[in-house]
């Protein structure tokens, strides 16, 4: 798939279940964005610490889930009233390489106003969910993923 192709209908995720057990190759159809909403297509995503203590048994999360919130992907498709520009004021569009780690929180919270949102209430994390068969995270991070079946070579 080039870069410049219509995405797929559908997607394959790596589900874990548990310690233990293999990865689980699931497809999900590719969401189309809603307002405010990019749908990315995946090039890279990483396992941090917290991830790979979950895969090992040392730290139990609800499961099943998808591991993996530090991604970075290009834009595929851009919802209505969907950022522009990023945080630096450089404009976004279709093919633009993006990087983010998927959290979520309240942006009133306390913690939050005092700018650390990962802290904040109401804190959604990819990989620390329950995955629900549905795209997550619960469109609370303004942000879709397209798991690609195919290998892109191209480096962030």
């Not at 610490?49 to 834009?75: A, M, Q, W």
């Not at 404009?91 to 306390?110: C, E, F, K």
């Not at 904040?120 to 995955?131: I, P, Q, S, T």
Request: proline fraction near 10%; include cysteine.
């Amino acid at each position: 798939m080039k870069h410049t192709d219509t995405p797929p209908d559908f997607s394959k995720t790596a589900v874990f279940h548990q310690t233990g057990q293999p990865l689980e190759i699931i497809q999900l159809p590719v969401p189309s964005p809603g307002p405010g909403e990019l749908l990315v297509r995946i090039e890279c995503t990483t396992l941090c610490r917290s991830d790979l203590n979950t895969y090992c048994g040392k730290r139990i999360e609800p499961s099943p889930t998808i591991l993996g919130h530090e991604i970075v992907g290009r834009i595929v498709r851009l919802g209505a009233q969907a950022p522009r520009e990023d945080l630096r004021g450089a404009a976004l569009g279709l093919n633009d390489r993006i990087t983010w780690a998927i959290y979520a929180s309240d942006p009133d919270s306390p913690l939050a106003q005092k700018g650390i949102p990962q802290k904040g209430d109401r804190l959604f994390k990819y990989g620390h969910e329950a995955h629900r068969n549905q795209w997550a995270p619960r469109r609370a991070e303004r942000i879709h993923c397209i798991a690609p079946a195919y290998a892109d070579r191209q480096t962030a």
